[in-house]
Nanobody
């Protein structure tokens, strides 16, 4: 099994920045691909970003492209999400996810492990 624990969420004003962290433990060999998703109240879970083990393949959701950056520190079993130029519509619970395959995908159903989520609230 793989355990994922997110941290770094909070309240920030529009235009501000936050950096989310996700620590993985357990069978980390099953975390070839790591991703971030978010879910706002009443909305479906939305893909935010994903990275391969090496960082050579990275994808972003259209709504965050150019503002968010995903990165990994495989030696520490960490994945990060740097969020800049935050907007009120970025308000959501952010989830870290992992899948054992090295193929980077954007569909939530394709991920095997999930963290408990961390709340990000952007005020206008």
């Amino acid at each position: 099994q793989v355990q994922l624990v997110e941290s770094g969420g909070g309240l920030v004003q529009a235009g501000g920045s936050l950096k989310l962290s996700c620590a993985s433990s357990g069978r980390t060999a099953r975390t070839h691909t790591m991703g971030w998703f978010r879910q706002a109240p009443g909305k479906e879970r939305e893909f935010v970003a994903a990275s391969s083990w090496s960082g050579g393949n990275i994808y972003y959701g259209d709504s965050v492209e150019g503002r968010f950056t995903i990165s990994r520190d495989t030696a520490k079993n960490m994945v990060y999400l740097q969020m800049n130029s935050l907007k009120p519509e970025d308000t959501a619970v952010y989830y870290c996810a992992a899948r054992g395959s090295s193929i980077v995908v954007t569909g939530a159903s394709r991920y095997d492990y999930w963290g408990q989520g961390t709340q990000v609230t952007v005020s206008s």
